[in-house]
Structures are given as C-alpha cells and as structure tokens.
C-alpha cells in the first residue's frame, strides 16, 4: 500500500549537550520539554505504578496520545509551543550553566575584579535556582578564561585572595 513516511526523533538526557551552532536553524528543530518528577529514591514518585496498573488510566493515556496522532497524520509536522529565539535561550542557559551565570551575573569591567569565592558562591547560587548541576571549579574557570577573564592573587585588606580581573558582580 502506498504512503508517506513522517518521522520525528525524541531524545532523553539527564543533561543538555553543550553545541556551537546558534543558528535558526538548529533551534527550529527542537523543543526542550523538563520533567519535574523523579522516579526514584526518596522522592519516588509511587502514583506510577497505579496507572500503570489501572485499565481506566491507560486508556485515558492512549486516548490522548489517539488525538496527537490523528493531528499528527493530518499535518504531518509537530507544533512547537516555543518560538526559535525562546528554544535557542533556553537551550544555552540549561546547556551551559557558566555562560548563563556570566549573562545574569557579571558585568565586563577591565578595571575591576570580583573575590573568586565570591564568585564561585553565586555561580553555585544561580545554578540552584536554576535548577542546574555546576561544573567543576577546573570546568568553570576554564570557561571565564576562554571568556577573557583572568585570575591572580591580591592584597585586600591584609588578606591575599584569588581574584578575578576584568569583572564585577
């Protein structure tokens, strides 16, 4: 019988992956969806297994995946809920939680300097409240070096302290 194939690819990760491409055209094609649930540990989430085990709630889970389908045959293309520009933001802030906490939090000043535990601590704080997971301190000045900033030592009030030149938070 005839027809014409229509496919869509779906990836799961625990992480976004870092990529170089910020083009429209690598942002067109996707849509971030985050779970908030966790099925595991403490925080199981033990409603699972009664649908699972629930006719009525399995037949209440096709019927809505049925209506996704049929729309699916008639357009033959998914509706994205994002624009390119929302994608592209969201992509960079879940993906690199560096650049993020850059963007949000340091304003470039080559006459000033930041205290690197300073730093490091609202790093920490903007990836909690992001719900992100930090990088390595080594992943993470690595980053603000590629980003033009240096690190040295200074005297400040008696104290010699790691710093970072060229920013302020």
């Known amino acids: 019988y005839p027809f014409i194939p229509f496919a869509t690819l779906i990836f799961a990760s625990n992480e976004i992956p870092t990529v170089n491409d910020g083009s429209d055209g ?31 709630e399995l037949s209440g889970i096709f019927n809505k995946a049925a209506t996704y389908a049929k729309r699916l045959f008639v357009t033959a293309s998914l509706t994205y809920g994002s624009t390119v520009e929302d994608v592209r933001q969201e992509w960079i802030n879940k993906s690199d939680s560096v650049q993020l906490f850059i963007d949000e939090c340091l304003t470039e000043n080559p006459g000033e300097y930041c205290i690197q535990a300073k730093v490091s601590e609202k790093y920490h704080e903007v990836c909690k409240t992001n719900k ?38």
């Open 132 to 169: 992100l997971t930090p990088v390595t301190p080594q992943r993470f000045n690595n980053k603000m070096e590629s980003k033009g900033y240096s690190r040295t030592s200074k005297r400040i009030a008696g104290d010699v302290l790691k710093v970072w030149i060229g920013c302020e938070l």
């Open 26 to 56: 690598f942002a067109r094609k996707f849509e971030l969806i985050q779970f908030e649930k966790q099925f595991y540990g403490n925080d199981r989430d033990k409603s699972v297994n009664d649908i699972r085990n629930n006719p009525g």
